[in-house]
Protein backbone atom coordinates (compact mmCIF):
# COMPACT_ATOMS: atom_id res chain seq x y z
CA UNK A 1 0.00 0.00 0.00
CA UNK A 2 1.77 3.26 -0.83
CA UNK A 3 2.92 5.93 1.87
CA UNK A 4 3.55 9.46 0.97
CA UNK A 5 4.72 10.29 4.27
CA UNK A 6 7.55 7.15 4.03
CA UNK A 7 8.46 8.05 1.02
CA UNK A 8 9.58 11.71 1.79
CA UNK A 9 11.61 10.44 4.63
CA UNK A 10 12.99 7.98 2.44
CA UNK A 11 14.23 10.79 -0.10
CA UNK A 12 14.92 12.87 2.44
CA UNK A 13 17.47 10.54 3.53
CA UNK A 14 18.99 10.08 0.17
CA UNK A 15 18.24 6.19 0.21
CA UNK A 16 16.84 6.54 -2.67
CA UNK A 17 17.85 3.61 -4.73
CA UNK A 18 20.39 0.84 -3.99
CA UNK A 19 21.76 -2.14 -5.66
CA UNK A 20 22.66 -5.22 -4.88
CA UNK A 21 26.09 -5.90 -5.46
CA UNK A 22 27.14 -9.43 -3.99
CA UNK A 23 25.41 -11.31 -6.93
CA UNK A 24 27.24 -14.46 -8.37
CA UNK A 25 28.59 -14.19 -11.20
CA UNK A 26 26.58 -17.14 -12.80
CA UNK A 27 23.12 -15.76 -11.24
CA UNK A 28 22.12 -13.30 -13.78
CA UNK A 29 24.21 -15.05 -16.40
CA UNK A 30 21.78 -14.64 -19.84
CA UNK A 31 20.05 -16.83 -21.84
CA UNK A 32 21.67 -17.60 -25.17
CA UNK A 33 21.07 -15.72 -28.01
CA UNK A 34 18.20 -15.96 -30.54
CA UNK A 35 15.79 -17.71 -26.94
CA UNK A 36 12.79 -16.01 -25.33
CA UNK A 37 12.11 -16.26 -21.96
CA UNK A 38 8.17 -15.88 -20.96
CA UNK A 39 7.77 -15.44 -17.35
CA UNK A 40 4.25 -14.94 -15.34
CA UNK A 41 4.00 -12.17 -13.06
CA UNK A 42 3.90 -13.61 -9.58
CA UNK A 43 2.19 -10.04 -8.15
CA UNK A 44 1.16 -6.77 -8.77
CA UNK A 45 0.48 -3.70 -7.16
CA UNK A 46 -2.58 -1.79 -6.36
CA UNK A 47 -3.32 0.83 -8.99
CA UNK A 48 -2.29 4.23 -9.36
CA UNK A 49 -4.95 6.87 -8.54
CA UNK A 50 -5.12 8.29 -11.83
CA UNK A 51 -6.51 6.52 -15.15
CA UNK A 52 -4.75 6.85 -18.50
CA UNK A 53 -0.94 7.45 -19.18
CA UNK A 54 -0.35 7.88 -15.22
CA UNK A 55 2.22 5.58 -13.66
CA UNK A 56 5.59 6.41 -15.10
CA UNK A 57 9.17 5.55 -13.91
CA UNK A 58 10.62 3.31 -10.82
CA UNK A 59 13.34 2.58 -8.90
CA UNK A 60 13.92 -0.10 -5.71
CA UNK A 61 14.85 0.63 -2.35
CA UNK A 62 16.36 -2.05 -0.27
CA UNK A 63 16.39 -1.97 3.11
CA UNK A 64 19.55 -1.97 4.79
CA UNK A 65 18.68 -4.86 7.57
CA UNK A 66 15.72 -6.71 6.21
CA UNK A 67 15.52 -7.83 2.56
CA UNK A 68 11.85 -8.25 3.08
CA UNK A 69 11.03 -4.71 3.71
CA UNK A 70 12.37 -3.57 0.53
CA UNK A 71 10.31 -1.40 -1.20
CA UNK A 72 8.82 -0.44 -4.76
CA UNK A 73 9.00 3.79 -6.05
CA UNK A 74 6.69 4.42 -8.75
CA UNK A 75 5.71 7.94 -10.16
CA UNK A 76 1.69 8.65 -10.98
CA UNK A 77 2.40 11.21 -13.05
CA UNK A 78 -1.15 13.29 -11.93
CA UNK A 79 -0.75 12.59 -7.95
CA UNK A 80 2.77 11.89 -7.22
CA UNK A 81 4.98 9.34 -5.86
CA UNK A 82 3.75 6.16 -4.51
CA UNK A 83 5.60 3.29 -2.74
CA UNK A 84 4.59 -0.35 -2.78
CA UNK A 85 5.71 -2.83 -0.33
CA UNK A 86 7.33 -6.56 -0.74
CA UNK A 87 4.63 -8.37 1.79
CA UNK A 88 0.91 -9.25 1.56
CA UNK A 89 -1.25 -6.77 0.66
CA UNK A 90 -3.88 -6.58 2.79
CA UNK A 91 -5.06 -4.56 6.33
CA UNK A 92 -2.03 -4.38 8.57
CA UNK A 93 -2.35 -3.08 11.88
CA UNK A 94 0.76 -1.55 13.65
CA UNK A 95 1.44 -0.62 16.99
CA UNK A 96 0.93 2.87 18.02
CA UNK A 97 2.94 3.45 21.02
CA UNK A 98 6.58 4.85 20.66
CA UNK A 99 8.29 2.02 21.55
CA UNK A 100 5.68 -0.59 20.18
CA UNK A 101 8.23 -1.94 17.37
CA UNK A 102 7.31 -2.20 14.25
CA UNK A 103 5.85 -5.68 13.10
CA UNK A 104 2.66 -5.88 12.13
CA UNK A 105 -0.21 -8.58 11.83
CA UNK A 106 -2.00 -9.09 8.88
CA UNK A 107 -5.77 -8.89 9.85
CA UNK A 108 -7.26 -9.11 5.99
CA UNK A 109 -5.94 -10.30 2.62
CA UNK A 110 -7.01 -8.83 -0.55
CA UNK A 111 -8.72 -11.75 -2.37
CA UNK A 112 -10.38 -12.77 0.78
CA UNK A 113 -14.29 -12.35 1.55
CA UNK A 114 -14.17 -9.88 -1.53
CA UNK A 115 -11.55 -7.57 -0.56
CA UNK A 116 -10.17 -5.49 -3.18
CA UNK A 117 -6.29 -4.28 -3.37
CA UNK A 118 -7.97 -0.31 -3.18
CA UNK A 119 -8.64 -0.46 0.94
CA UNK A 120 -10.24 3.52 0.94
CA UNK A 121 -10.87 3.50 4.46
CA UNK A 122 -10.70 1.88 8.00
CA UNK A 123 -12.86 2.90 11.06
CA UNK A 124 -13.85 1.37 14.30
CA UNK A 125 -17.89 0.72 16.00
CA UNK A 126 -16.51 0.37 19.89
CA UNK A 127 -18.34 -1.42 22.13
CA UNK A 128 -18.03 -2.45 25.60
CA UNK A 129 -15.58 -4.95 26.92
CA UNK A 130 -13.27 -4.62 23.95
CA UNK A 131 -15.67 -5.95 21.82
CA UNK A 132 -16.62 -3.92 18.58
CA UNK A 133 -15.74 -4.20 14.73
CA UNK A 134 -13.17 -3.22 12.04
CA UNK A 135 -15.09 -1.73 8.98
CA UNK A 136 -13.04 -1.86 5.81
CA UNK A 137 -14.12 0.08 2.67
CA UNK A 138 -13.08 -1.90 -0.25
CA UNK A 139 -13.73 0.16 -2.88
CA UNK A 140 -13.53 -1.67 -6.07
CA UNK A 141 -16.38 -4.04 -5.36
CA UNK A 142 -18.34 -0.38 -3.81
CA UNK A 143 -18.64 -2.82 -0.18
CA UNK A 144 -17.90 -2.86 3.06
CA UNK A 145 -16.35 -5.46 5.54
CA UNK A 146 -16.85 -6.21 8.90
CA UNK A 147 -14.17 -8.03 11.11
CA UNK A 148 -14.47 -8.69 15.05
CA UNK A 149 -11.74 -6.37 16.90
CA UNK A 150 -11.43 -9.82 19.15
CA UNK A 151 -10.94 -13.51 17.70
CA UNK A 152 -8.30 -12.67 15.63
CA UNK A 153 -10.33 -10.54 13.56
CA UNK A 154 -12.02 -12.84 11.84
CA UNK A 155 -14.82 -11.79 8.73
CA UNK A 156 -18.21 -11.59 9.72
CA UNK A 157 -20.24 -9.40 6.73
CA UNK A 158 -20.13 -7.68 3.86
CA UNK A 159 -22.40 -4.67 3.72
CA UNK A 160 -23.63 -3.97 0.31
CA UNK A 161 -25.78 -1.00 0.18
CA UNK A 162 -28.20 -0.43 -2.38
CA UNK A 163 -29.90 2.51 -4.17
CA UNK A 164 -33.47 3.51 -3.29
CA UNK A 165 -35.27 6.84 -2.54
CA UNK A 166 -31.15 7.75 -2.11
CA UNK A 167 -28.62 6.36 -5.26
CA UNK A 168 -26.42 3.53 -4.20
CA UNK A 169 -22.56 4.88 -3.06
CA UNK A 170 -19.72 4.42 -5.34
CA UNK A 171 -15.69 4.82 -5.47
CA UNK A 172 -15.82 5.53 -1.48
CA UNK A 173 -12.65 6.75 -0.06
CA UNK A 174 -13.46 7.53 3.36
CA UNK A 175 -15.94 5.82 6.19
CA UNK A 176 -16.72 6.64 9.60
CA UNK A 177 -18.87 5.26 12.44
CA UNK A 178 -20.43 6.23 15.45
CA UNK A 179 -22.20 3.77 18.03
CA UNK A 180 -23.86 6.54 20.21
CA UNK A 181 -27.47 7.82 19.49
CA UNK A 182 -27.40 10.95 17.35
CA UNK A 183 -30.78 11.77 16.72
CA UNK A 184 -34.45 10.78 16.28
CA UNK A 185 -33.40 9.41 12.76
CA UNK A 186 -30.42 7.61 14.33
CA UNK A 187 -30.89 6.19 17.97
CA UNK A 188 -28.34 3.49 17.38
CA UNK A 189 -25.28 5.71 15.71
CA UNK A 190 -24.75 5.33 12.37
CA UNK A 191 -22.18 4.61 9.26
CA UNK A 192 -21.42 7.86 7.03
CA UNK A 193 -19.50 6.83 3.80
CA UNK A 194 -18.25 9.24 1.15
CA UNK A 195 -20.07 8.68 -2.34
CA UNK A 196 -17.74 9.44 -5.10
CA UNK A 197 -20.33 9.82 -8.02
CA UNK A 198 -23.89 10.46 -7.74
CA UNK A 199 -26.53 11.34 -10.46
CA UNK A 200 -26.15 15.19 -9.74
CA UNK A 201 -22.22 14.70 -10.74
CA UNK A 202 -21.21 16.45 -7.11
CA UNK A 203 -20.19 14.16 -4.94
CA UNK A 204 -21.51 13.71 -1.42
CA UNK A 205 -21.84 11.51 2.11
CA UNK A 206 -24.28 8.50 2.50
CA UNK A 207 -25.50 7.54 6.14
CA UNK A 208 -26.62 4.48 7.31
CA UNK A 209 -28.67 2.95 10.20
CA UNK A 210 -26.61 1.03 12.23
CA UNK A 211 -30.04 -0.77 13.14
CA UNK A 212 -30.05 -1.69 9.49
CA UNK A 213 -26.26 -2.97 9.18
CA UNK A 214 -26.45 -4.36 12.56
CA UNK A 215 -29.46 -7.06 12.22
CA UNK A 216 -29.68 -9.74 14.40
CA UNK A 217 -25.88 -10.35 13.73
CA UNK A 218 -24.01 -7.64 15.32
CA UNK A 219 -24.03 -5.98 18.58
CA UNK A 220 -25.79 -2.52 18.95
CA UNK A 221 -23.85 -0.51 21.86
CA UNK A 222 -25.45 2.75 22.27
CA UNK A 223 -24.06 3.10 25.78
CA UNK A 224 -20.11 2.58 25.18
CA UNK A 225 -18.15 5.60 25.27
CA UNK A 226 -14.20 5.71 24.41
CA UNK A 227 -13.47 8.27 26.61
CA UNK A 228 -14.42 6.06 29.43
CA UNK A 229 -18.33 5.85 30.20
CA UNK A 230 -20.28 3.23 31.54
CA UNK A 231 -19.27 -0.56 31.32
CA UNK A 232 -22.33 -1.71 30.14
CA UNK A 233 -22.95 -5.38 28.34
CA UNK A 234 -23.90 -4.21 24.84
CA UNK A 235 -27.24 -5.12 23.32
CA UNK A 236 -27.44 -8.20 21.16
Known amino acids: MHNLTRSFTLLAAGAFLTFCASMSATAGAAPPAGDDVTPEAKAQTEPVPHGGDADDDLAIWLHPTDPAKTLILGTDKQGGLHVYDLETVGIWPFPAEPDGGERGELVAKVGEHGLTADVKGLTMYGAAGGKGYLIASSRGSNTFLVYARQDSNRYLLTIDPKGGRID ?69
Open 168 to 236: DVNDTDGIAVINCATSKQFPAGFLVVQDGSTPGGRQNFKLYDWRDIAGTRLLIDTAWNPRGGPKEEPEK
